[in-house]
């Protein structure tokens, strides 16, 4: 009666970095993907990364 939560894949990850990079939304991008928008918010804040070379980039 659980419910089961996938992890993310490499291709996921991917479009998640191309299209945040092209400045879409969350929302787009969860719809892209089949995603709860929470979802692709944590994976966001969770692998972005602020560094001289790298400001606030996600890194899949």
Request: glycine content about 6%.
């Amino acid at each position: 009666m659980g419910t089961s939560y996938g992890q993310l894949c490499l291709k996921e990850r991917i479009e998640i970095y191309r299209l945040h990079s092209d400045a879409k939304s969350l929302r787009f991008i969860a719809k892209a993907l089949a995603r709860d928008v929470s979802t692709i918010s944590r994976e966001l804040k969770r692998n972005s990364k602020n560094s001289h070379q790298w400001s606030g980039g996600y890194d899949p």
